[in-house]
């Protein structure tokens, strides 16, 4: 993590913005390991599907 905060800043990231974003990746994929959202979004994805071969 301190080696991707090193590397993002060397590429012009400002410290807040690199831990912003990171705090945001580690939120969404603990909500993505959920499992009432990860059943949420498959049935969503199968509601599309649907709707697309009709």
Same mark, same amino acid.
Not at 26 to 38: G, I, K, Q
């Given at each position: +993590? =301190?080696?991707? =905060? &090193? %590397?993002?800043?060397?590429? &012009?990231?400002?410290? %807040?913005?690199?831990?912003?974003? +990171? ?9 993505? +390991?959920?499992?009432?959202? =990860? ?8 509601? =599309? +599907?649907?709707?697309? %071969?009709?």
């Amino acid at each position: +993590m =301190l080696e991707l =905060l &090193g %590397d993002a800043q060397v590429a &012009g990231w400002a410290k %807040d913005e690199v831990l912003a974003a +990171m705090i945001e990746v580690a939120e969404n994929t603990n909500l993505a +390991m959920h499992p009432n959202v =990860l059943l949420s979004v498959e049935t969503e994805l199968r509601k =599309l +599907m649907k709707k697309k %071969d009709v």
